[in-house]
């Protein structure tokens, strides 16, 4: 009964975490778009509370309800496909953290990149969640 209650709840901590990697860079595209004071400082906000009050907490929920689920089955630890997925946890934890870091350029008033470069940047997290689905579904090895 515990294993299916950490489940539940790392599964919505992940949609949350990712409901944040998905739009916070979709706020970097609008963000860098935009030319005037009251923009900056909307978009600033709005990047800071995302961040900090829905991304930072969710990603770390999603680690500590995946920790839980490995201590009940420290089997999957002698799987390929968990090591793959926790290399590609890896990916997402460092792109969380790139994401805060151009947060603060553009707070700062340091961003030096286009819309453009933020909608390619957005697509990342999309390739890695489509991989972690497959390998924890098809646990293909």
């Known amino acids: 009964m515990l294993y299916l209650w950490l489940k539940a709840f790392h599964l ?3 949609v949350c975490w990712f409901a944040g990697l998905f739009y916070l860079p979709r706020l970097f595209v609008y963000h860098a778009q935009s030319s005037d ?8 906000l709005m990047e800071r509370k995302l961040y900090r009050g829905i991304m ?3 990603m770390i929920l999603t680690l500590v309800f995946g920790i839980g689920l490995l201590l009940i089955n420290p089997s999957w630890m ?4 968990m090591h793959t997925k926790l ?6 934890i460092g792109y969380h953290h790139v994401c805060g870091a151009m947060r603060k350029r553009f707070e700062r008033g340091e961003n030096k990149r286009s819309h453009v470069f933020y909608r390619w ?5 999309v ?3 489509i991989a972690i689905v497959i390998l924890v579904v ?3 090895y």
């Open 56 to 58: 930072l907490p969710a």
């Open 78 to 81: 002698t799987q390929g496909w």
């Open 121 to 125: 940047f957005n697509e990342v997290p």
């Open 127 to 129: 390739l890695v969640l």
């Open 12 to 14: 919505i901590a992940l």
């Open 87 to 92: 290399a590609l946890v890896v990916v997402l």
């Open 37 to 44: 004071a009251v923009s900056h400082e909307r978009f600033c």
């Open 138 to 140: 098809v646990k293909p």
